[in-house]
């Protein structure tokens, strides 16, 4: 372990030590270096108190933020251009607030200070020559694949409600089965599939109320692009998360904001099995987990049947069988609404809106073929959706991954001949809106400076309009030669007229 620590931090820790006092590195990074994974940072927690630690960084002319007044206890040095956190040995005391402590002070040990944190398997310390300091069984959870709470995880998410959110993130991030020995409530899920929980737990979510909707949305983007974030998001639905509330400061007053609870509904929500295999809420789960690891293509597979099973929606067919004809309809007004209420940027929020609106469009066009999809493509490239063709080009790279993760998540899974079909549509569109259909004049191979040495520059406007219609219209390839030989011939005939 000693090896694959960095020289910066073990430039720090020899420092502290030099100076007698004690120094580890810890939290998730051990957690990492354990894994066998890269860490994304490295922290250090010492016995100095932030003076003494500001007094060693000016020894080394290390430049340091001090952070003193909003994170009690934290010196930030840069040391080989790397900010790192050095945190004085502290424990804490929670009150109203659900994520800031009420109080905080040093206390005079290595294991104090981890008994203050969330889960075992980030309660782990090394010094500079690798030796492990684990007291809370955190290695050992780490090779059975287990995240637990150091002590009661009801005294834990009672300190800092956002340790819910992380159960969660960690169990999408790592795979790990979530454990706690109280509050246990009865199995979760379709009995025998991948998401099923033998046993589900009881969070105090009521304490999420005091959380800010910066950090849940945080955390939730984080699970969405984990590895396995089907897993965190079942433990995120079966603990009651999903139907919690956080809040935001707006001029000066908190409003509540409720989180996912939209997606309760889906839980045990039966769909036809001619061609689903699971409820709508592990279908959901599955796709996701069949995508790439993309937070759009996430968030709107997250959201994508969020319409299925409402009053408006939900029919059944002539055998008796479930049926939501139009629903990525609904679910497209639905994830408006979502998008809105968490504050996610207008662009990222129509961007979803699109793919959730259009994620049923594949499944016919297995049938009808490339004349459709042109179709298709050229009532996009023509709606005043997208600013240029890179960025319908890049929404319908996206819709295809979004297309291929749900039929994978159905009865198709098992049918090759099917998924080859489907992926081969998916390269028709994407081909079609690359390579053969512009969305402005920009995207057209020619410029207003080609067309200025053949006609008045008053006049490019009207004619790059014309270009771009008729290379919408399919009657024209977007080809230089092509555009400027039509402009021409139209250019030709127009001052004809005029004689």
């Not at 927690?45 to 003193?68: F, G, K, M, Y």
Request: proline share 4%.
């Amino acid at each position: 372990m000693k090896n694959k620590i960095p020289s910066y931090i073990k430039r720090i820790l020899r420092a502290l030590n030099t100076n007698g006092y004690e120094a580890y590195l810890v939290g998730g990074a051990v957690r990492d270096l354990l894994l066998d994974i890269e860490p994304g940072d490295f922290d250090v927690t010492t016995s100095a108190h932030p003076e003494q630690v500001l007094e060693i960084c000016r020894q080394e002319n290390w430049r340091t933020v001090d952070n003193l007044g909003n994170n009690f206890g934290c010196v930030i040095a840069i040391v080989e251009d790397v900010p790192v956190e050095i945190t004085t040995f502290r424990g804490e005391a929670y009150g109203y607030d659900a994520h800031k402590p009420e109080k905080v002070w040093y206390c005079e040990t290595l294991r104090e200070d981890l008994s203050r944190r969330d889960f075992t398997v980030n309660a782990m310390a090394l010094d500079i020559d690798g030796k492990l300091y684990d007291y809370f069984g955190g290695q050992q959870d780490l090779q059975n694949k287990i995240l637990r709470t150091v002590g009661k995880a009801s005294k834990r998410y009672e300190e800092d409600a956002l340790r819910m959110f992380r159960a969660c993130r960690f169990v999408a991030q790592l795979g790990f089965n979530y454990e706690q020995e109280e509050n246990l409530l009865p199995p979760f899920g379709m009995e025998g599939t991948p998401y099923y929980l033998e046993k589900n737990f009881q969070f105090p979510v009521e304490r999420c109320a005091g959380l800010s909707l910066e950090r849940v949305k945080k955390e939730l983007d984080k699970m969405l692009v984990s590895k396995y974030a089907g897993n965190g998001l079942m433990l995120f639905m079966a603990t009651g998360l999903a139907n919690a509330t956080c809040r935001v400061k707006e001029n000066g007053a908190f409003t509540e904001i409720p989180i996912l609870p939209e997606l309760e509904h889906l839980v045990g929500l039966h769909q036809n099995p001619r061609f689903h295999c699971y409820d709508t809420w592990e279908h959901t789960l599955t796709a996701i987990d069949n995508s790439p690891r993309d937070l759009e293509i996430r968030w709107a597979l997250l959201l994508h049947d969020i319409g299925k099973g409402l009053p408006d929606v939900r029919k059944l067919n002539k055998e008796g069988q479930p049926s939501d004809h139009g629903h990525e309809a609904k679910s497209a007004e639905l994830a408006r609404e979502i998008l809105a209420r968490l504050r996610y940027p207008e662009k990222f929020s129509k961007l979803l809106v699109w793919l959730v609106a259009e994620h049923m469009r594949f499944a016919p066009m297995l049938v009808t073929g490339e004349k459709t999809l042109l179709r298709w493509v050229r009532s996009e490239a023509t709606s005043g959706t997208f600013r240029n063709q890179k960025e319908m080009t890049i929404a319908y790279e996206k819709l295809v991954e979004i297309f291929l993760a749900d039929m994978g998540a159905t009865h198709a899974a098992k049918n090759p001949q099917l998924m080859s079909e489907g992926r081969h549509l998916g390269e028709q569109v994407v081909n079609l809106a690359r390579e053969r259909m512009p969305v402005v004049a920009g995207d057209l191979n020619i410029s207003g400076k080609d067309l200025l040495e053949l006609i008045p520059q008053g006049q490019i406007k009207n004619f790059l309009a014309y270009l771009l219609e008729r290379v919408q219209s399919g009657n024209l390839p977007n080809q230089k030669e092509a555009l400027l030989s039509a402009m021409k011939k139209s250019f030709e005939k127009q001052q004809s007229l005029l004689k």
